[in-house]
């Protein structure tokens, strides 16, 4: 079964660091490139950071840039996500979610067509 | 702000059709994909590329497009499609993942 695992959320106070851990399996983790997308309480889905496949691109969203860090280790089958200097507003569910562009005439596609359940980040004092 | 642009809200009376619409410069480029979320869930994807669907969603879904819009179609809506829908894309530079606001649908 394909499946992705998230982990390593919780409660730190404004300031502080936390990494969040994705386990892969059911599918061959190298050969895709990966995002981090949270959902704060009552919003929508916001993009965080991609990763490529080999880890040697990486995108981050502006209101995490120069805070948070992906990385991958695909001899674990696992993408982090270390996130620093945390605030307030990045108390959000956290999900990891599987890449997939391509083309198809004069058209890209794209789409996460597999999702983990999402871990829990809550910054408060 | 989303640089894809949805309805927050649509409704649908039980057993009619609904089209929920996504805009944005970038969909000139790209097809846009279709997340369903229901409460304390996880997202699910619906819709991708030009209209296809992954397996286990019904085929009362569809996609379409045009232009800078496109648009998921649910052809006799159910009560278990009541949900949040995102569209999704990559942004007109092609580096950055965006998503629409998310339109909440109510099945009536």
């Known amino acids: 079964e394909v499946q992705l695992v998230e982990s390593g959320g919780g409660l730190v106070q404004p300031g502080g660091s936390l990494r969040l851990s994705c386990a892969a399996s059911g599918f061959t983790f190298s050969s895709y490139e990966m995002n981090w997308v949270r959902q704060a309480p009552g919003k929508g889905l916001e993009w965080v950071s991609y990763?490529?496949?080999?880890?040697?691109?990486?995108y981050y969203a502006d209101s995490v840039k120069g805070r948070f860090t992906i990385s991958r280790d695909n001899a674990k089958n696992s993408l982090y996500l270390q996130m620093n200097s945390l605030r307030a507003e990045d108390t959000a569910v956290y999900y990891c979610?599987?890449?997939?562009?391509?083309?198809?005439?004069?058209?890209?596609?794209?789409?996460?067509?597999?999702w983990g359940k999402g871990t829990t980040v809550t910054v408060s004092s | 702000s989303s640089e894809l642009t949805q309805d927050p809200a649509v409704s649908v009376a039980l057993g009619q059709t609904v089209r929920i619409t996504c805009q944005g410069d970038?969909?000139?480029?790209?097809?846009a994909s279709w997340y369903q979320q229901k409460p304390g869930q996880a997202p699910v994807l619906v819709i991708y590329?030009?209209?296809n669907r992954p397996s286990g969603i019904p085929d009362r879904f569809s996609g379409s497009s045009s232009g800078n819009t496109a648009s998921l179609t649910i052809t006799g809506a159910q009560a278990e499609d009541e949900a949040d829908y995102y569209c999704?894309?990559?942004?007109?530079?092609?580096?950055?993942?965006?998503f629409g606001g998310g339109t909440k649908l109510t099945v009536l």
């Open positions: 979610a599987r890449d997939n562009l391509g083309t198809f005439g004069w058209y890209y596609y794209y789409y996460m067509d597999v």
């Open positions: 970038s969909l000139r480029s790209y097809y």
């Open positions: 990763i490529s496949s080999s880890g040697s691109t990486i």
């Open positions: 590329g030009k209209n």
């Open positions: 999704n894309s990559r942004d007109s530079s092609g580096n950055l993942v965006v």
